[in-house]
């Protein structure tokens, strides 16, 4: 599995998005802003303006590739609970698929707001609901139970979405705006894409279930896919809160 490949894909579904949140909290005139579980860069790689981009992951391997792609960027691997920075010296702190993932998001998100200055903006720019997740045709609604399940195994709380505008309001961020992506609803996979869905998907229920059933699925999935009936829905929540 490749993975920066997967937080590529992940970061096109973003894009507009990310652009004009980034804008409206003041990314052209900002001087330093931080990505809080960078991964492989696939975000900050992109990051336009003139401010020095810091980012923090846990994982050291990932951060590795991310001083390949994202080679201006200062990296410093470190655990999210407890960032190593003074207070208060980030114009604008951020995360994207950060928070699913951290035993901890409240205390996550009250550290992106202490290292964020009086006025400066804290983003948590996508975190999805998988346990609002909806596979048409029925028949591949075991997918996404399977899938949401394997998340779950892997330490991810899999609705953390649904949670988000509350854990701003929980951490003291005075919230500017909330909602989902709109681009989830109508994705149109190309055929690269569908192959990385199953990549993440047979990586997902290896040792769930038997082999021949997840061949049973993805060929379920690929008839749906000809037929043009396939759709899979993962409300993904944004939360844009000032300190
Ligand atoms: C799904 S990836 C997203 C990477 C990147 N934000 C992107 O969208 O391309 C989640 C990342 O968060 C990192 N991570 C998980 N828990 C963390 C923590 N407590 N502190 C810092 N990083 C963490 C993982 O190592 C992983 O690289």
Request: proline share 5%; net charge neutral; glycine share 10%.
């Amino acid at each position: 599995m490749n993975w920066h490949n997967r937080f590529l894909q992940q970061a096109g579904w973003t894009s507009r998005l990310r652009a004009y949140l980034l804008e409206q909290a003041g990314l052209s005139g900002a001087r330093r802003v931080l990505e809080v579980g960078c991964g492989t860069g696939a975000v900050l790689a992109g990051m336009a303006g003139s401010a020095s981009v810091f980012g923090v992951d846990l994982d050291l391997t990932r951060l590795a590739e991310a001083s390949r792609h994202a080679p201006r960027a200062c990296l410093v691997c470190a655990d999210g609970l407890c960032l190593p920075y003074p207070t208060g010296v980030f114009d604008i702190t951020f995360c994207h698929y950060l928070l699913l993932w951290v035993s901890d998001p409240l205390q996550v998100l009250c550290e992106m707001k202490r290292l964020t200055r009086p006025g400066g903006s804290v983003l948590a720019l996508a975190e999805p609901d998988h346990g609002a997740r909806l596979d048409q045709p029925p028949g591949l609604a075991t997918l996404g139970r399977l899938q949401t399940e394997s998340l779950r195994r892997q330490g991810a709380d899999p609705a953390l979405g649904r949670r988000l505008e509350s854990l701003f309001c929980q951490a003291g961020l005075s919230l500017i705006e909330c909602g989902t992506l709109q681009e989830d609803e109508e994705r149109v996979l190309s055929p690269a894409e569908q192959q990385l869905e199953w990549e993440v998907a047979e990586s997902d229920l290896a040792g769930m279930i038997p082999q021949a059933e997840i061949q049973r699925l993805k060929r379920l999935d690929q008839a749906a896919v000809r037929r043009g009936r396939r759709r899979v829905v993962v409300p993904t929540y944004f939360a844009y809160g000032v300190v």
